[in-house]
């Protein structure tokens, strides 16, 4: 390797290790960044086995400001104050459509649909995104026991008291306009719905349309309205004191953040070094060092998610024992039960309904959803810590040896072992001096550090693929290896090698797969009975990331189903400054 390639290559690993550093992280603006997130649910009250569909829509407060977050995270938190599902979720303009899949063995009973930033985490819980929502499981012959407490009969004085969007003729704020051709419609009849902007209150939002069967809709039906006048943004600061906030803005990649601390006395661990890796057929590396309270942070690339992520505190910057801790950005969340809701026994009997419908539904194989591959995320290029080895070994073509002490000695020339004083010395021999470098190398399997050969003594002939040998004296950023060897095994023998490690310190960040509503249209087939399957949809249409200006008008099209009785149609949205919009409007299938 020649001087320019070595700088080169000096000037990259530099590059790496600087991203993790603070001064890497967005978050030391000085005008209080306060962002808020609202989430427009397809309904109120699920079967367990269906989709929710959702919009989120993220803003804040700072006039003029390109600073805000890029992902969501969204959890369902039941009854027990567990979370019983997670998911994170990628947004780029300023709003993501999704939907979220109910599994079939969620139980009967309330659930808190809870969404914030890891921004928003500096100013408390107070101010997430909460949504009750009530999740009845298709197998409960008695759903009523558990709902029976907040049922009320209709027309009671529980059932009129004021709720979130009380039915007034005209519901809805910020003057969008819903206009139809008729207000009652037939089965598998096309149904054209248009947007008015001319009585708009803002220049600009961004709209999502629904249309759901009503009885599936919560007697409080939170609209962006409601929330925002409770959660003014303008009316929050950010907590007092330092120039660096808790939690970071996550602007480009997810942020892992935690903390080292000493297993004995439990205090923080500062200026250590973590190093992050995650299996693979390479070997990739990023490192951060703690700060004086022992914490650290590290900025993900697209490479690493949906993948392994194990984190080593380096021995050669820490002493005895250390627990890592990761932050958990989904908790803990308040002591808090989700708030029931009342039920008719109109929506009681449409809830038993709706769970043969998702019986129905399950043995057609129906779910009218597709995936969305134009927001596919990029593999990304791993942070590799060398890009080719010195030397590549492949134990299976030579004659099988029984431990990883000979196999160095018998195919490894630059590699020595040795045991001596009740522990094995290792050292490589430099590549260009011949030399032994001074310290013991670097060992990865499967992608991963650890710095104890003895747990890798029992690896045989069998068992590895290759051994990369890369015996140089090494620099990535402030790291210093002498020497570096790769062990890929066949059977991803690091699961049980490493075993040693506690879960603690392996986590997988992954971000929710994009999947879009695709309901059937009817428009092509000149006989409607043509289509054999049933279609028994609760949600005739769902429209997200509806771009309106004030004064224009949009008409979009759906279809109604084989399902008769009232439909809702509501329109919700937020403005670039936080202003919300919603509108409802009923219409009838018979």
Not at 269 to 285: E, F, G, H, K, Q
Not at 440 to 455: C, R
Not at 552 to 564: C, E, M, P, Q
């Amino acid at each position: 390797m020649t001087n320019n390639q070595y700088v080169c290559l000096l000037l990259a690993m530099l590059f790496f290790g600087y991203t993790n550093s603070a001064a890497a992280f967005v978050g030391s603006s000085k005008q209080p960044i306060n962002e808020r997130v609202f989430v427009h649910t397809g309904r109120d009250i699920y079967i367990a086995g269906e989709y929710m569909h959702f919009t989120a829509h993220l803003f804040n407060n700072a006039t003029g400001t390109q600073l805000q977050s890029r992902y969501i995270y969204m959890s369902l938190k039941n009854q027990w104050q567990e979370v019983a599902d997670r998911v994170i979720i990628d947004q780029r303009d300023n709003y993501v459509t999704g939907a979220l899949y109910l599994e079939d063995t969620l139980s009967t009973g309330y659930y808190e649909l809870v969404a914030h930033t890891n921004w928003m985490r500096n100013e408390g819980e107070a101010c997430f995104f909460r949504k009750s929502l009530l999740v009845v499981n298709r197998f409960d012959e008695h759903p009523e026991q558990v709902i029976s407490r907040a049922s009320v009969p209709v027309g009671s004085p529980a059932d009129r008291e004021p709720a979130y969007g009380d039915e007034d003729p005209d519901p809805g704020c910020g003057g969008i306009l819903i206009h139809t051709e008729q207000e009652v419609y037939g089965l598998r009849e096309k149904i054209s719905i248009t947007l008015d902007g001319s009585a708009m209150e803002y220049p600009y939002a961004t709209l999502t349309l629904s249309v759901v069967n009503e009885e599936l809709l919560g007697s409080r039906r939170l609209s962006a309205c409601d929330y925002l006048s409770e959660n003014d943004p303008v009316k929050k600061e950010m907590p007092a004191g330092g120039n660096q906030p808790d939690y970071f803005m996550e602007t480009e990649g997810l942020i892992i953040s935690g903390v080292l601390t000493d297993a004995t006395t439990g205090m923080p661990v500062s200026d250590a070094r973590i190093i992050l890796n995650t299996p693979d057929t390479i070997v990739s590396i990023l490192y951060a060092t703690t700060n004086d309270h022992g914490v650290f942070h590290f900025v993900l690339a697209a490479y690493h998610y949906d993948r392994e992520l194990y984190f080593l505190a380096d021995p050669q910057t820490v002493d005895g024992e250390v627990i890592i801790k990761l932050s958990d950005k989904f908790g803990p969340l308040a002591d808090r039960v989700p708030q029931p809701f009342p039920v008719s026994e109109q929506q009681l009997e449409a809830i038993r309904n709706n769970q043969d419908i998702v019986s129905v539904d399950k043995n057609y194989r129906i779910d009218h959803m597709k995936r969305d591959t134009t927001r596919a995320e990029p593999a990304g290029c791993p942070p590799l810590l060398f890009s080719e080895p010195r030397q590549t070994v492949y134990p299976g073509r030579y004659v099988d040896l029984d431990s990883l002490p000979e196999i160095s000695r018998e195919l490894v020339h630059a590699w020595r072992m040795r045991y001596r004083d009740g522990q094995y010395i290792s050292q490589l021999a430099c590549a260009d001096t011949g030399n032994r470098l001074p310290g013991a190398p670097v060992y990865f399997l499967d992608g991963i550090a650890t710095y104890n050969v003895e747990k890798l003594n029992h690896l045989k002939s069998e068992d590895i693929r290759k051994i990369q040998v890369h015996n140089y004296n090494w620099v990535y950023g402030s790291m210093r290896f002498p020497g570096i060897l790769a062990i890929f095994t066949e059977n991803h023998d690091y699961l049980s090698t490493l075993a040693h490690r506690t879960r603690s310190d392996v986590i997988r960040e992954s971000l929710s797969g994009s999947i879009v509503y695709d309901p059937p249209s009817y428009e092509e087939s000149k006989r409607k009975d043509d289509h054999k399957s049933p279609d028994l949809r609760q949600l005739l249409c769902w429209h997200g990331g509806i771009e309106m200006k004030r004064g224009a008008t949009k008409t979009l099209h759906t279809y109604s189903g084989d399902l008769r009785g009232k439909y809702t149609i509501m329109v919700q949205g937020v403005t670039p400054d936080g202003s919300p919009l919603c509108v409802r409007k009923t219409i009838e299938i018979k």
